[in-house]
């Protein structure tokens, strides 16, 4: 496939190849056209974010912000007027449709490539000696905060069991999630997990935690990473979808880390684990799939599993505050208001340091800071070297979470 | 055809052992995420001609692609199977090469948007008002 000498000319910023993602035993087999289906989608977000996003930009300054101010004598108070705004013009729409439309086309690709070979993942994962570090618990139902609409779009949420022994959920969204993030996660999309390794080194040099817990690990991305950094350390991670589990459990063991159990728990309710056991309590881009509600008892699980000389941290979209433009604003509501992120805007809104005080962590011990992810792979480019920003893709995140005295 | 555009559903396609009724696959794959769907056009008719259109420039990029594989394949061996496109990983300034390939496939397909987009803010005549102003009136 020849490109035009013009464009050779310019260093490749788009998405690797889909067949130099990470590789382990429950990753699903693609075929060659299934791959390039992932290869398409992954370039057509890119391309959403890199060439049509930045003319919508350029459109709510030139024409939909002065029109605004023409209507209405002034300027927009709040996000939600901006996105009204946003919503009366074409190219919004168009770019809009388009996402969504990417999305959707996302899952099907996902769940035709996983599907017809379900029997034999979920043969893989039972058989898998992960299956030893898996600890279900059919008492467990999904909240209300998972059940009331498909998060990103996904037929069937983290949750549904399509079979007995399901890993499709988990199989569709490990296959895929390289579309949506165009590889900025890295080969095993675990770059959260890389990037609060690397916050924690820097803040506490030395650290080394016996017990660490994970809260709503989903399949386990994130938390391998942390698992392979404190090898002493025993890792809890827990979810309350068990597909995801079932399917966490045994690529951890096939990518050879085996100090993470897997267990089925709601992590607003955490009683079966005894007060101040975790010398680390943390999460990864897990409070936003919550609820307000949710968001309280877990804090205060938080607080109560704490060991003393511990810490809290939790990674997650950066806050709406006054510094962000309203028009920053309303395009990082357009995952909770068109993509089934439900809360997303909500948590934006929560000021996450009352609720840790709220919940008994000392005001002059919270932890606030910047992070990123850290893509590790060859050809994969990370955050910090990203220079498009679609306002809610791009994994550059803020850290919130507290010190515990000891 | 190879194996994976052959139809799905029937006999193999089923999982949690063999006594399981079969998956559908193709409607379990296109099933609507719960959650009422959002349209941003006037007239849903035009999103839905769009959401096929994409599909449709998705499955003309996927082939593309795939001649460009047995190009490489016949080039580099002189002979190919199916298992050998299933098989293959292109080299890293091959995987390059296609990638721009995708960047300049999706902006022909989107040029209007760019096009629109470059229209925004700009005070430009038609051509037949250019014309009426060329003369004679």
Redesign the interface.
């Known amino acids: 496939?020849?490109?035009?000498e013009a464009?050779?000319n310019a260093a490749?910023d788009?998405?690797?190849?889909y067949?130099?993602v990470g590789r382990h035993d429950l990753l699903p087999e693609t075929?060659?056209?299934?791959a390039?289906?992932y290869?398409?989608?992954a370039?057509?977000n890119r391309?959403l974010a890199a060439?049509?996003l930045?003319?919508?930009e350029?459109?709510y300054h030139?024409?939909m912000l002065p029109e605004f101010r023409r209507r209405h004598g002034r300027a927009p108070a709040d996000r939600h007027e901006v996105r009204h705004a946003l919503?009366r013009h074409?190219?919004?729409?168009?770019?809009?449709?388009?996402r969504?439309?990417?999305m959707?086309?996302r899952?099907?690709a996902g769940?035709?490539v996983v599907?017809?070979q379900?029997?034999e993942l979920?043969d893989r994962a039972a058989s898998s000696t992960g299956s030893e570090r898996l600890r279900l618990d059919a008492a467990v139902h999904p909240p209300a905060y998972l059940?009331?609409?498909?998060h990103h779009?996904?037929?069937?949420?983290y949750h549904t069991e399509?079979?007995?022994?399901?890993v499709?959920g988990a199989a569709n969204y490990d296959s895929g999630l390289f579309v949506t993030t165009g590889g900025l996660l890295g080969r095993f999309a675990d770059g959260g997990g890389h990037g609060i390794v690397d916050f924690i080194r820097r803040i506490r040099p030395g650290f080394a935690p016996r017990r660490i817990l994970d809260l709503g690990c989903g399949l386990g991305h994130n938390v391998l990473p942390v698992a392979v950094a404190f090898p002493e350390a025993e890792i809890t991670a827990v979810d309350v979808a068990a597909p995801m589990l079932r399917y966490g459990a045994a690529r951890a063991a096939s990518l050879g880390v085996d100090n993470v159990e897997f267990v089925q728990a709601d992590a607003t309710d955490l009683a079966q684990f005894e007060e101040g056991s975790f010398d680390w309590v943390q999460s990864i881009m897990f409070l936003h799939e919550t609820s307000l509600s949710a968001l309280k008892r877990i804090m205060a699980q938080s607080r109560r599993l704490v060991a003393p000389g511990g810490l809290v941290t939790h990674v997650e979209q950066p806050c709406y505050d006054a510094a962000m433009p309203l028009f920053e604003q309303s395009l990082r509501d357009w995952d909770a208001?068109?993509n089934?992120e439900p809360f997303w805007t909500k948590l934006h809104e929560i000021d996450l340091d009352e609720l840790l005080v709220a919940a008994g962590f000392e005001r002059s011990r919270l932890i606030h800071a910047g992070v990123h992810a850290i893509a590790d792979g060859?050809?994969f480019r990370d955050a910090a070297s990203e220079d498009v920003e679609d306002y809610g893709r791009k994994p550059a995140w803020r850290v919130t979470g507290a010190e515990v005295p000891g | 055809m190879s194996e994976d555009q052959s139809p799905v559903g029937g006999a193999g396609a089923g999982a949690g052992g063999a006594d399981a009724a079969p998956l559908d696959v193709m409607r379990l794959a296109g099933a609507k995420a719960r959650g009422k769907r959002p349209y941003f056009f006037e007239d849903p008719d035009v999103e839905r001609v769009l959401a096929i259109t994409m599909a449709l420039a998705g499955e003309l990029a996927v082939l593309r692609a795939r001649l460009d594989t047995m190009e490489e394949l016949l080039e580099k061996r002189g002979t190919m199977t199916r298992a050998d496109i299933d098989a293959f990983v292109p080299a890293p300034a091959h995987a390059e090469r296609r990638g721009r390939w995708y960047q300049e496939y999706l902006a022909r397909i989107l040029r209007i948007v760019q096009q629109d987009a470059e229209a925004c803010g700009a005070d430009e005549p038609t051509s037949e008002e250019a014309g009426q102003r060329l003369g004679p009136a």
Do not use: I, K
Request: hydrophobic share 30%; aromatic share 6%.
């Open positions: 496939m020849a490109a035009t464009s050779e490749y788009g998405p690797p190849d067949r130099s075929t060659h056209d299934e390039e289906r290869n398409f989608l370039q057509l391309h060439r049509v930045p003319g919508v350029a459109a030139g024409e919503e074409p190219l919004y729409r168009t770019w809009s449709a388009l969504r439309n990417t959707e086309m899952q099907q769940l035709s599907l017809p379900l029997p979920v059940t009331a609409v498909d779009c996904m037929p069937g949420s399509r079979v007995p022994g399901d499709s208001l068109y089934n060859e050809g």
